[in-house]
């Protein structure tokens, strides 16, 4: 019966043995994966910055290519067709449009027109100024030079409206 007692404690302690090594691997593979679970919560983060960063830049290039479009070349006489339909619209005859040099800037091209007009009163070439400086494309009232009593036409109202039409330049 001795041998038998021998054996059992043998395997008590083989089994003993057996359940420390299994626990010390455990144990190793649990650090291992700690340090790589930890590795891979700092990748999600530094990705996810990357990831606002690239929306911001994707937002930055969406915006752009709207001020692209918005300040796109025209064509002057699609322009100056444009502004002169404006003045129709609040009772404001054109009696000359005068296209003047293009001035190129570094990025941008100014385009003015110099327009002697002749309008109904006062509020009705505000309300033209104002219809120019909102219009869908970007216009600049530049300069309003009003003048009243022409020859042989005294109380008659005139102004010189210098508009500038503003495009990038390619």
Known sequence: ?????ANKNKNLVLNLIVVVIA???????YQKNEQAKKKLSGNIKEEQEKSQVLEGIDQ???TMAAY???LSKKDTNLVMASITNMAKEFGIRVVTVK???EVRLNEFIRTPFVLTVAPLSYH???KFISAIESAQDVYVVDSVEIKTG???EPGK????VTITSIALAE
Do not use: H, I, T, W
Not at 1 to 5: F, I, K, W
Not at 23 to 29: E, I, P, Q, R, S
Not at 157 to 160: D, G, I, S, T, V
């Open 68 to 70: 692209r479009k918005l």
């Open 157 to 160: 109202l005139m102004a010189n």
């Open 99 to 101: 296209p003047v040099p």
């Open 1 to 5: 019966m001795g041998s038998d007692q």
């Open 150 to 152: 022409q020859e042989g």
């Open 124 to 126: 009705a070439l505000g």
């Open 23 to 29: 626990g010390v691997v455990a144990f190793n593979l």
């Open 60 to 62: 930055s290039e969406k």
